[in-house]
């Protein structure tokens, strides 16, 4: 069905960001059937949400078809690891939302009638979603004809997994709709008042421009101040909210890395050598390429100018066949052959018709249409009337087609070479990615003599015997330092580098180490002060290019940490506020008069400007958040010198030179905005409000 491709194309991105569900099933095969201990209620429970259990067999199944919902907007067959990643965490979201928030619409008595999704979908009132896949790029408007057409002939001829797939559209709809009667009844709950709007006028219209004296906390050392640990125990207890944690793991690891040996240099010099004859006698050289370098052959014609000096001078002093090298570049060893030479044009200027297959009913029909448009040209028709009619590039379409001047490798190799070996003012037809195109070379530039080169590249990689024997050195470690003690002792003997990294449970990666999930995993099942061990039971993690050993050296649960966890930050605290209270203390003793240069002078400071301010200001420039000193200056009169405030980066004097005041009285205006803002804001809180409010127990770092 042409019609449902061209809406997974045009409407792939708009369904794609909304959350829900569709099509086939995912079959986890013969182990459901087995009578497996595996498959226990607890242990196949990948969550608990608001009491609700959710076995992972469930959840997999939404995540299944959430990935063949993506790989039909798509186009894709197979999906990385990091697509799969972010379907997950959609398919999560998507099932937190329904649990948490359908008994919310229920109690509410939030619906969405079957009148109500046939209105969105063919009625007067077309969704979004709708309006996106049926509108008509030629007339901006959409095509309702086009949706019952659509629709009936879903009921005729469409197969199952299409029909899901439009089902997937109409669930995706009722869920946007019954989420903005949710949303319009908080916002509707919310009003700003005309006394609300008149202050926030008045303290965006006060513009101030101040001078300041700063003495940071660094001016005074440590060693100036004392605290006592009854101190330090008072500011934890009265600030325990300041160090709440995370669940976490601390792991210490050593890698084993895999790199190319001196051998594996000498081997693959060794190889490219002894292929030179070889790739120099054969003609097909693109398919010689092709099948044996590290690098595909590039058709491409290339000027003296855009080669490197040596390659130049070789490539335009040698008949075509000859090769050089092998020489090194970088990692890699390289033959490079004289494959063709031509004298070419360095630019062209061409103009084309470009037809998308999917507004005009597939490629076969774009192709037919690109026929008939070269026959009208041909017999006189106008080109470039017909590109503004036709062509669905709207930017060169309004110049008649014309895409102006344009060099090589500017354009995808298709157009490129119907442009450049194209006869001037003949029609051409091609085929890219972008659709079917009808081309006409109108001038060409000079002509100079160009080169294509066919490079047979070979990459300098690590052999399976160097692999075998990083392998050894990482089992040898493992197998004398079986225990946390010999596992830190060694590496400080052996003089490796021992790493540190602190991971979340549904971390997917260590920071520079690839594909580190398994180690991720391991270090939540694990015991403190123990080697880790992966599910295959061995103590080494084969991650991409590195064989890794790790030991757990802490596990950090969620909740309030222990005073004896975080003594320091509490000791840091303390001496700050020590600092500060001293710091204004030796800032009110200078501050006798009005004059800031000359309190300045006595702290052994200076004053500093800052421009523009108001009471929205969250920061001052070049210093930083200093809500303290921003709140403080609109008590203060003109020429007022403030008393000592003690902020986030020090200890202030502040005096106002001036106030700008505003002109904006538009108070409705004012209040609109904050409404605005307002409501914004609540529909997100109040649906994070509401998850909150619920219990959730998550086990997916058990499962993926």
Do not use: C
């Amino acid at each position: 069905m042409a019609t449902l491709q061209n809406i997974r194309n045009r409407g792939g991105l708009l369904v794609a960001i909304i959350i829900g569900l569709a099509l086939v099933a995912f079959i986890l095969g013969d182990i459901l059937n087995s009578g497996s201990s595996l498959l226990r209620p607890n242990q196949m429970k990948v969550a608990e949400i608001d009491g609700q259990s959710i076995q992972y067999p469930d959840f997999q199944r939404q995540v299944e078809e959430m990935a063949e919902i993506y790989k039909m907007n798509t186009g894709s067959t197979q999906l990385d690891e990091s697509t799969w990643v972010q379907i997950r965490e959609q398919a999560w979201q998507s099932l937190v939302r329904e649990i948490v928030m359908s008994d919310i619409y229920e109690d509410l008595g939030l619906t969405v009638t079957s009148d109500e999704l046939f209105d969105m979908v063919q009625g007067n009132n077309l969704h979004p979603i709708i309006q996106q896949l049926f509108r008509n790029p030629q007339t901006g408007q959409v095509d309702k004809s086009a949706v019952l057409q659509f629709l009936k002939s879903l009921e005729l001829n469409a197969t199952p997994q299409q029909k899901a797939y439009w089902l997937y559209i109409e669930q995706q709809i009722k869920e946007e709709r019954i989420q903005t009667k949710y949303n319009n009844l908080v916002r509707q709950g919310l009003y700003t008042t005309t006394a609300e709007a008149q202050n926030s006028l008045e303290a965006k219209n006060q513009q101030m421009n101040i001078q300041y004296i700063r003495l940071p906390y660094i001016s005074m050392p440590d060693s100036a101040v004392s605290v006592s640990e009854s101190e330090l125990k008072d500011y934890y207890n009265k600030h325990q909210d300041n160090y709440k944690q995370e669940e976490s793991r601390t792991i210490e690891y050593v890698t084993f890395d895999v790199k190319a040996t001196e051998a594996d240099d000498a081997a693959t010099l060794q190889w490219i050598e002894d292929v030179k004859d070889e790739f120099a006698s054969i003609s097909e050289s693109e398919q010689y390429v092709n099948v044996n370098s590290d690098v595909p052959f590039e058709d491409v014609y290339q000027k003296k100018e855009a080669l490197s000096d040596e390659i130049a001078e070789f490539a335009f002093n040698n008949e075509v066949g000859s090769v050089y090298g092998p020489f090194k570049e970088g990692n890699t060893y390289k033959l490079v052959k004289i494959d063709d030479m031509k004298d070419l044009p360095d630019s062209v200027q061409a103009r084309h018709i470009l037809i998308n297959p999917d507004v005009v009913g597939g490629y076969e029909a774009a192709l037919a249409l690109a026929d008939s448009l070269k026959g009208l040209i041909e017999n006189g028709a106008s080109f470039a009337a017909l590109a503004e009619q036709y062509s669905e590039d709207t930017g060169s379409a309004r110049q008649g087609g014309d895409l102006g001047w344009f060099g090589k490798n500017q354009m995808v190799k298709p157009f490129e070479d119907a442009a450049f070996n194209g006869q001037v003012n003949q029609l051409y037809t091609t085929t890219t990615q972008f659709g079917v195109h009808l081309i006409q070379p109108t001038r060409k530039g000079k002509e100079v003599k160009q080169v294509r080169l066919a490079t047979l590249a070979r990459n300098i990689e690590p052999s399976t015997q160097t692999y075998q024997n990083v392998y050894a050195q990482a089992s040898r470690f493992v197998s004398e330092n079986q225990d946390y003690k010999s596992f830190t002792e060694a590496i400080a003997n052996e003089k490796l580098t021992k790493k540190m990294a602190t991971v979340g449970e549904n971390d997917r990666l260590v920071a520079g180490l690839e594909d580190s999930r398994p180690l991720i995993r391991a270090a939540y099942q694990g015991d403190v002060k123990e080697i880790l061990h992966n599910s295959e039971g061995s103590a080494i993690f084969e991650l991409g290019e590195q064989f890794v050993v790790a030991a757990l050296t802490k596990a950090t649960e969620e909740g309030i940490a222990s005073f004896e966890e975080v003594k320091p930050r509490v000791e840091l605290a303390v001496k700050k506020l020590n600092k500060g209270k001293a710091l204004a203390q030796k800032m009110k003793e200078a501050a006798t008069g009005t004059d800031l240069e000359t309190i300045a002078e006595s702290l052994d400071a200076e004053v500093n400007d800052a421009n523009g301010l108001t009471f929205n200001s969250t920061s001052i420039p070049a210093v930083g958040m200093e809500p303290a000193v921003i709140g403080t200056l609109s008590t203060l009169s003109q020429d007022e010198v403030s008393s000592p405030i003690i902020g986030n980066n020090g200890v202030y004097l502040v005096k106002v030179v001036s106030v700008i005041n505003g002109t904006d009285q538009d108070v409705q205006a004012e209040q609109n905005r904050l409404s605005q803002v307002l409501g914004s804001r609540a529909v997100y809180q109040a649906y994070e409000a509401q998850k909150d409010a619920v219990e959730i127990e998550d086990n997916r770092a058990k499962f993926y």
